[in-house]
């Protein structure tokens, strides 16, 4: 124990507070600027008319002129880009979920043999670089004439969500106790109406949001749909082959095509993303 | 007619044996209460009851019909849930009419059963709310409810008390034992709690490690515990045992007294003595007071006979201190003798 | 009440999908990455190990994820513990600082893009402030290093939030009695921060490290976006074998690499941040 010095003048604990203080809030906008500044300036040249985005200096401000917009909704393959990314997200929200959840339900409830193999296989599936499943697979679909196919394409979107849809429902699951399905066994259901009517009206948020975020997934996903679709190209798959010659402004309005969907999608699940992250990592 | 047998039931988890073939035969309309420590197979007896768990072995019949293969759905039971499992997404008129309209009855049937279970469970003004905006008490209340609707020939009920505080416990014990006598329907209801076993029960089953020790009346449970378990499970604070010793024919040495005891069987026994029935007299086992605890009603004292602690209830007029030498006095016809190899009543 | 059968049931389109969609073609790439017209071989490995490029390639992306991973574990641990201190705005910043998980890496490539393009953001603040006089071409073959750093930018920008994420959930889990306790005992806010969090946040660390590692090896939209063909990486350098190549074999190769290090990474993560056995909350 240090003895006080006489000259030692205690500082009022407001004064300690107030610089802390104004530290932490200065590194939050700092962080929050960090994050929303760039999106902003890609909103700025998609608002701008074609000539305002080639121009220089540029203002910060955008033009308002939908010339951009026009003209990337216009290009040639545009339409049926958007068309493609929407059909491929949709087929991979479906299946990963018609294929994951009842996984997560028997992970959650049952306890059997072969239990922590299935787990390992899941994870393990993180573990690899996915997308790279795209080059044998190319192969194989065209053997079966799914090549260059939106649903070819959904299966390989599918395997990436997949590993998520089973953690996810299954910690969903796992959150509702078993005995309300036991009441309902009780109370005169099977195994399928206590399902139906106990845990499916629970779980219907969770379920929605981890399938708005397998949507996101494949609605994001670059190297696969590159490697898989040639006519029938998607968003992702457009935009890539063509940033070599494409325009700037048609890159900038493709840039907010993906990104506008995903922050709607991200702000309607937003609740659960973290729960989702979180629990799906552990 | 829902009397219940229960035949040779074993059940076990991999390894571990939960149960080890049970005998147990409940008459109709019997309030049989299944008592004993966490661990010792109760729930899962009564969860076996239920059809939520199959048997490894044995039989279960519920009104004359064997029904250890049949879901639960079709045992004409009921149950309450120590967690109360009531449905969170549905108002507490739909949470008691949940079963009632599985059955298919008509709403205007519906909405009598409701109605009357509800007001016999004091839950009638809550009928609109969801299970969210409720408390345990109230939940509990919804779940016991949910059950009376049925109509069943069997309520099973799991601990429902133990995670209320205290004296909503004493208020609810009151109200269920009212509500399932008239309700006329046989009730099996597991505890740990034994003062929760002794108000309600018609008969106890005491069980440990799997197996039932004793199955009686509170009051012969109380009396004549058939095992040393009993003994000490039941009653707060628990029997006084003292090794004892034959000096001679009928005669026992218990910690430097010398009482009346078996003629025949083992020459070593417990002697065993609840604290209650103890008095000051001389001529009595030589007790040092240690810890004394005036409790109001009555004074708790923890002595030391023969080295080994022994308490004894006493009248709280009574002015013991600690250090006080006693002489404390059994009454002899509560006086138990133990076989401290089998630990079975002698 | 519970029929044997039916976990199996459930768990059989899951495992059949993965053994069809997953299993079968890892294989498949694994045989391919040993084959050649007179059957196993390692010649495609020699091509790949051989070429000009791989060294670079190779180079590249572990330096890249070298550089990301720990900058993004840095930032994101300021940022959960912002989020975990915060009282007032928690949801908004919280759903701020998550955006960037929705956005997908060729949209980040083309917004820093936007800002490090010859008359993009940057330069006209550059110019507006009197720094420069004449745009500079940041993303030109010339300047490969200042390709790297917009892709590292880019990069950190976006991928930041996943770490986050794991790491807020990490933190919500230690009770705050810990801090008290330690506080009680004369720790000061670093110290408890050193002693209390980052221990007790080991596991989420684990999972946050070997999932950002892997991704950061298969990093390519960005670098495409940004650079365009002058910065290989690993899984750029695959996808133009496979085409522009048309050499499947030596791609297959180029992806069991990145399989290889992906495993390596995790093994050294799992081994030096085990929590030992009984340590856990």
Known sequence: MSVAVATDVPRPVAEINAAGKFLFVAGTVMLCAWVLVPIYLLVVNTLSSPQDVSAFPKTGIPSFDFGSLQFFLNFAGVARALWNSVLVAVLTMVLSIGIGAPAGYALSRFDFPGKATFRMLVLMTRAFPLPLLALPLAVMFIRVGLDDTAVGLALVHTTLAIPFAVLITFSIFAGIPIELEEAAWTLGCNRLQAFQKVVLPLVLPGITASAIFAFTISWNEVFAAAVLTVENRTLTAFLLQSLSVSPMHLKFAGGAALVLPALLFIFAVRKYLFAMWGIANR | ?346 | MPQRALPYLLLLPATLFLLVFFVYPFVQIAILAFSGPEGFTLKPFLTMATHWKFQTTLWNTLLLTAIIVPIQLVMALSMASIVAKLKTGRNTILYIFTIPLGLSDLAAGIIWLAIFEQSGFLNSVLVGLGLTERPILFLGYQNLWMIFVAVILAEVWRATAIVMVILVSGLGLIPREYYEAAEVFGAGPWKRFTKVTLPMLRPSLQTALILRTIAAFEVFAVVVALGGTTLPVLMGETFNWQFALSDRNVAAAYALVILAISIASTLVFLRVLRTPKGATI
């Open chain 2, 1 to 346: 007619m829902a009397e219940i047998v229960i035949k040779n039931v074993a059940k076990n988890f991999g390894q571990f044996t939960a149960l080890h073939s049970i005998d147990l035969a409940i008459a109709d309309q019997e309030f049989m209460v299944l008592l004993g420590a966490s661990g010792c197979g109760k729930t899962t007896l009564l969860r076996i009851i239920a059809g939520l768990e199959t048997p490894s072995q044995g039989e279960v019949w519920i009104g004359g019909r064997r029904v250890d293969r049949l879901p639960p759905r079709e045992r004409g039971i009921a149950m309450v849930f120590q967690n109360y499992a009531v449905f969170p997404h549905l108002t507490v008129f739909e949470n008691i009419a949940f079963g009632l309209r599985m059955k298919k009855l008509p709403q205007p049937e519906i909405d009598q059963r409701v109605t009357r279970t509800a007001e016999l469970m004091h839950i009638e003004q809550l009928l609109k709310r969801y299970s969210g905006q409720l408390s345990g008490g109230q939940r509990q209340r919804v779940a016991v409810a949910r059950a009376l609707a049925m109509e069943p020939d069997v309520i099973l009920m799991d601990e429902p008390l133990s995670n209320l505080d205290a004296l909503l416990r004493l208020e609810m014990r009151a109200e269920l034992k009212g509500v399932l006598a008239a309700s006329k329907t046989t009730t099996i209801y597991v505890t740990h709690d034994q003062v929760e076993a002794m108000s309600l029960a018609d008969r106890i089953s005491v069980m440990n490690g799997g197996k039932i020790v004793q199955a009686a009346t509170p009051v012969e449970v109380y009396r004549n515990p058939a095992a040393r378990f009993v003994g000490s499970f039941i009653g707060n604070p628990p029997m006084n045992f003292i090794p004892a010793t034959r000096v001679g024919e009928g005669k026992w040495q218990v910690a430097g007294l010398t009482m009346d005891g078996p003629k025949a069987g083992p020459d070593r026994l417990e002697f065993a003595i609840r604290p209650e029935d103890l008095t000051i007299t001389p001529g009595g086992l030589k007790a040092t007071a240690r810890v004394v605890e005036p409790l109001g009603a009555h004074t708790l004292v923890t002595c030391e006979v023969g080295g080994a602690p022994f308490r004894a209830v006493l009248e709280s007029d009574l002015s013991v201190a600690p250090g006080d030498d006693l002489s404390l006095l059994p009454k002899s016809d509560r006086v138990r003798w133990f076989d401290p190899e089998t630990t079975m009543a002698v």
